[in-house]
């Protein structure tokens, strides 16, 4: 039985990492393997919470697990290309958290050691398999709402202690940008393409990190108006106007469990409660991938990742944003 399951390993054990190991119990061709940080203590301890037989002390150790078939990793933005690139080289598939890396550039070598080592590599975008987002989005394509004129999308909340934590801190690729703007310039970017124009603004932490940033997306026959933010809370509801009505993925939109559409004033409400959190369609999305032999998916493609972080790029350029070399 346990050779038809796909073992995964999990690289960096932060917050996210704990909803990925619950995510992944709810799947059963799924077993998670062996799990590593550069703390063996708290490796044991997950290793433990999710009944995983093996905990590394170092991130190299994992990868060079034999037995391991993918690695999430979870680590800070800093360390996205390089530890992606050693287990794409490791002959490890990978899925790795969003953004893909600091800049365009890194993504570019990131895929290009998938392609150069046939191994199957993701971004970890898992709102684009999100059912309410798959049916909205088929719906969008189908001409449900017309032609889409305005898109409206934030993703917002307060952090109540800025100082010494992980999200202000430049060096690991801190700020409201890359950690929760990238998801409403992804909506943008899936529905309306890549825009001939931005305009950014930012406030900034004393550390360099962006605190709040604002975009507006020019595009030739449309707009997109976005927010992302530290500082304070908002509705995290996504609003898709379109020339014949308009659907709303509702709070939070980017886990959206319902939407609602709007056509002649009239609402009607779309239930889609998600298995979990939600992650497990991303997960599910890995295992045909790795079964068919594909090195990326065709619902979130290798080349979707570099023109999403090309537009981010452009942003930072934008706001002043820089992060060290």
């Known amino acids: 039985m346990d050779k ?6 999990i ?17 059963e061709e799924a077993q998670l393997t062996a799990v590593a940080s550069r703390n063996l203590e708290k490796a044991q301890e997950f290793a433990e919470k999710y009944n995983c037989p093996k905990a590394y002390a170092s991130y190299e150790d994992v990868m060079n697990d034999d037995e391991i078939d993918i690695l999430y990793i979870a680590t800070p933005h800093d360390s996205h290309a390089v530890l992606t690139i050693k287990a794409l080289q490791n002959n490890k598939h990978v ?24 191994k199957f590599f993701m971004e970890a975008f898992w709102t684009r398999f999100n059912p309410s987002f798959q049916e909205t989005f088929s719906k969008i394509k189908n001409g449900e709402i017309g032609e889409v004129k305005y898109i409206t999308a934030d993703f917002a909340f307060q952090v109540e202690e800025l100082e010494g934590n992980r999200m202000t801190d430049i060096k690991l690729g801190g700020g409201s940008l890359l950690d929760i703007g990238v998801y409403p310039l992804f909506l943008s970017y899936v529905l309306l393409g890549i825009p001939k124009e931005i305009l950014a603004k930012s406030n900034f932490h004393e550390s360099g990190a962006d605190l709040q940033t604002s975009m507006i997306l020019q595009y030739d026959k449309a707009q997109a108006i976005l927010h992302s933010s530290f500082v304070s809370s908002s509705n995290m509801k996504a609003t898709i106007s379109g020339t014949k009505g308009r659907i709303n993925l509702n709070p939070f939109w980017f886990e959206a469990q319902s939407y609602t559409l709007v056509k002649n004033n009239h609402k009607t409400k779309f239930k889609l409660p998600t298995k979990g959190k939600g992650y497990t369609y991303e997960i ?3 295992h045909q991938c790795i079964k068919e032999n594909r090195i990326e998916s065709k619902f979130w493609t290798h080349q979707n990742s570099l023109e999403l972080i090309k537009i981010v790029d452009e942003v930072r350029s934008q706001i002043g944003l820089e992060y060290p070399l």
């Open 284 to 286: 599910e999305e890995c």
């Open 4 to 9: 038809q399951k796909i073992k995964w390993g």
């Open 95 to 118: 899925l790795c958290e969003k953004p893909i890396a600091l800049n365009y550039n890194d993504a570019l070598q990131m895929i290009n050691a998938s392609k150069k080592n046939n």
């Open 11 to 27: 690289i960096g054990l932060g917050n996210i990492a704990h909803q990925f190991a619950k995510e992944l119990m709810l799947i």
